[in-house]
């Protein structure tokens, strides 16, 4: 069993930062892909950001591209989401994901992950 604890959210103001961060624990961190979901009240959870198992290759909505960056430090076990001009449709729980295997179109979905952390709220004010 791989255990994800994330942390960071809180409440910022629109235009503002946080980083989040995914701390895994259990199993070999460097053998699964890692992802970023969110889920607003009411709504799918959805893809926010994904990365390979060596940190090669990223995936992003399209909704963040160009503002969110992941980025995982295998050494530390630890994955990380890197939120900039942060924007009040990006309030949600945001959850980190791993997953074994390739890094194929089964990243973009909840259904291709195995593991999942508790989630940690962001609210972005406006």
């Known amino acids: 069993q791989v255990q994800l604890v994330e942390s960071g959210g809180g409440l910022v103001q629109a235009g503002g930062s946080l980083r989040l961060s995914c701390a895994a624990s259990?199993?070999?961190?460097?053998?699964?892909?890692m992802g970023w979901f969110r889920q607003a009240p009411g709504k799918e959870r959805d893809l926010v950001a994904a990365?390979?198992?060596?940190?090669?290759?990223?995936r992003y909505a399209d909704s963040v591209k160009g503002r969110f960056s992941i980025s995982r430090d295998n050494a530390k076990s630890t994955a990380f989401l890197q939120m900039n001009s942060l924007k009040s449709e990006d309030t949600a729980v945001y959850y980190c994901?791993?997953?074994?295997?390739?890094?194929?179109?089964?990243?973009?979905?909840?259904?291709?992950?195995?593991?999942w952390g508790q989630g940690t709220q962001v609210t972005v004010s406006s």
């Open positions: 994901a791993a997953k074994g295997g390739g890094f194929g179109s089964n990243t973009y979905y909840t259904t291709g992950y195995e593991y």
């Open positions: 990365i390979s198992r060596s940190g090669g290759r990223t």
């Open positions: 259990g199993r070999t961190f460097s053998n699964y892909a």
